[in-house]
């Protein structure tokens, strides 16, 4: 063979090298393209059976039993590693900082985004709002609770006391995290009286469900307020998970309509509240941020409005770990 010959040869082959990878590289670009586990080829492959050589008693090999490929086969799916689901349970537990802000809007008369400003500049977690419209023809027919939820960046949830035709009238309770359920129980009423209700809301924080509950008692039939505010701490007297409480009270601390609601939680105020306390149009302490007692207030203010005949209550709280593994209890 000349060396002409065994240079075309040589470059013959590198020719057929050459596109023999072209082949392949086309070939596993289009397997890319396709779902996981699906061949690339146009055509099912046939099923192999391997020969596996076992060794015979003399050393030699023979031929063996065949394998099939197992039908059906799939990665196996690693194992946790032993604990991880306690260290997940402990990191849901860790207390979270909360700020809570109860607020009487007033309708939002004096300027639904004013209202909204003022309260993002506090910067709370939960707010409970009470006096809120919904689709009234007084206010525009404007959706409150959908305005404030958006323009806020949180979730809200709305409870109508008062429906007149389309418009509706009521509390709202807005909130970072999320809320799993909601709900209104209807409060006594008498001749005379405005329909008045108890909203509540699930919020998960920090891997636990908290029951935050929001209400705006009678303000003119004292009677009739106590008896509101009796049905309120009934309520929550077979609450076991955490809770808060706040609104409109319309009355102080040393009345008897507080009295039941104090027994059972804890005023915010009295521990750690500073500055001005009074939030209602006559200067009196009249609303209200109270918790269980396991839950701790860190600071508490009564910031005026330039809007609202009433102060903004605003309370900062650690809420504890969750003492269990995170579970859902969902009020029926």
Not at 137 to 151: C, H, L, S
Not at 182 to 193: E, T, W
Not at 207 to 235: D, F, P, S
Not at 268 to 277: M, Q, T, Y
Request: with cysteine; proline share 8%.
């Amino acid at each position: 063979m000349t060396r002409r010959e065994q240079l075309g040869r040589a470059v013959l082959l590198v020719l057929v090298l050459g596109v023999i990878a072209a082949l392949v590289v086309v070939d596993r670009r289009r397997g890319a393209d396709l779902p996981e586990g699906i061949d690339a080829g146009a055509t099912p492959t046939p099923s192999v059976t391997i020969e596996t050589p076992l060794p015979s008693a003399d050393g030699t090999a023979k031929p063996g039993r065949p394998e099939k490929p197992r039908a059906g086969a799939t990665e196996e799916i690693p194992t946790p590693p032993p604990g991880i689901e306690a260290i997940a349970c402990r990191k849901l537990q860790e207390s979270v900082d909360v700020r809570v802000v109860s607020f009487n809007t007033h309708r939002s008369f004096g300027g639904i985004a004013t209202v909204a400003q003022e309260i993002r500049a506090l910067d709370p977690d939960i707010v409970l709002l009470q006096e809120i419209d919904r689709f009234h023809g007084r206010t525009g027919g404007i959706d409150q609770v959908a305005y404030f939820a958006e323009a806020l960046g949180m979730e809200g949830a709305f409870s109508p006391n008062v429906v007149q035709g389309n418009g509706q009238y009521g509390t709202a309770i807005l909130s970072r995290f999320e809320i799993i359920d909601s709900g209104r129980f209807p409060l006594p009423n008498s001749a005379g009286g405005e329909p008045r209700g108890l909203q509540w809301a699930g919020l998960e924080v920090g891997g636990q469900e908290v029951r935050v509950y929001n209400t705006h008692l009678q303000n003119k039939l004292v009677g009739l307020r106590e008896a509101q505010a009796r049905h309120v701490a009934g309520i929550l007297a077979g609450e076991e998970q955490p809770t808060i409480l706040g609104g409109d009270m319309n009355a102080t601390a040393n009345t008897p309509t507080l009295g039941p609601l104090l027994a059972q939680l804890v005023d915010a105020w009295p521990v750690a509240g500073s500055g001005p306390e009074g939030t209602g149009p006559n200067g009196s302490r009249i609303d209200f941020v109270m918790a269980s007692p396991t839950l701790e207030p860190r600071g508490a203010q009564a910031m005026r409005s330039s809007v609202s005949d009433h102060a903004r209550v605003v309370v900062d709280y650690v809420v504890p770990a969750s003492t269990d593994c995170p579970t859902r209890k969902r009020r029926a």
